[in-house]
């Protein structure tokens, strides 16, 4: 289970990028969506940004019927939206196309020129309103942590969703460790990596096509299972397809031997110097 703020959370959840935009996909997203939350997902990440409200609509529509205590709702905004009153205009339309009074984290999804400070007021008086729970932050690095750290009411951010997966390793030189040492979960977005859609060649990896046989799991499964292999990492995998959904569910009850951990080491190495922070 990952902790994020005070509510305890299965380790994976549903991430919803580029889900809403095909009608014809439609049915089947709110289907793999509905699918998760009755088999013990509760987290569900959307963004503003997603098909510019399609997302949230989709994810709207699917938690309808759904005890709204039972799922924990992230929405991200827009860092041109990050000074008022555009935030409180941002946030009421997130809210009204999700169909819901309160989101429970919501993030600003990049580092904006608005001064963090006025942004983290506004998100301060947000959470005493009851319109969210918690905030945080995504694609933030090292810098952007610490100058939020020292900003008043920046220790209260929940949460900093960045890419991590894998092939994808450089936050464990700074970031995550920095993370980890003052408490702040990390969420991370395509800890499937994608696939190999940007050239990895993951899935024909030998290493985890060895690994994934030894645990009866996909190379996906593998790579997911990886991620949140620390009780401090919450996973947002997309995925329209309930079986898909499953598989991932399925993941999280893979534990990995010191052997695996220092053969997928060996075959995707951990960064040695700093990186850039890694962004799609």
Excluded: C
């Excluded at 289970?1 to 580029?18: C, D």
């Excluded at 079986?243 to 010191?258: L, M, P, V």
């Amino acid at each position: 289970m990952v902790q994020l703020g005070n509510k305890s959370l299965f380790p994976i959840g549903m991430g919803t990028w580029h889900m809403g935009d095909s009608p014809a996909k439609r049915k089947q997203e709110i289907e793999a969506l509905r699918y998760g939350l009755e088999n013990g997902i509760e987290v569900i990440d959307t963004a503003e940004m997603y098909g510019e409200g399609n997302s949230e609509q989709l994810v709207g529509e699917a938690i309808q019927d759904v005890n709204r205590e039972d799922i924990y709702l992230i929405s991200k905004f827009y860092p041109f939206h990050a000074q008022q009153p555009e935030l409180e205009k941002a946030l009421e339309d997130s809210l009204n196309r999700l169909g819901t009074e309160y989101l429970d984290l919501y993030l600003l999804h990049w580092k904006s020129s608005t001064p963090l400070a006025e942004t983290i007021e506004a998100l301060e008086k947000f959470v005493k309103e009851g319109r969210i729970r918690a905030w945080g932050v995504s694609n933030f690095d090292v810098k952007d942590v610490e100058g939020m750290w020292e900003v008043k009411g920046g220790e209260n951010s929940t949460a900093n969703q960045v890419l991590y997966n894998i092939a994808s390793r450089g936050i464990e030189y700074d970031l995550l460790p920095l993370q980890r040492n003052r408490g702040l979960p990390t969420i991370a977005y395509s800890p499937a990596a994608q696939g190999d859609t940007r050239g990895d060649k993951i899935t024909s990896n030998k290493v985890l096509q060895e690994i994934a046989r030894a645990h009866n799991a996909t190379v996906f499964q593998v790579m997911l299972a990886w991620t949140i292999r620390h009780d401090d990492v919450l996973a947002i995998p997309q995925s329209s397809d309930p079986k898909h959904i499953q598989e991932n569910i399925d993941a999280a009850r893979i534990n990995f031997s010191e052997e695996e951990l220092q053969q997928i080491d060996k075959a995707f190495p951990a960064p040695k110097r700093k990186m850039p922070l890694d962004i799609i």
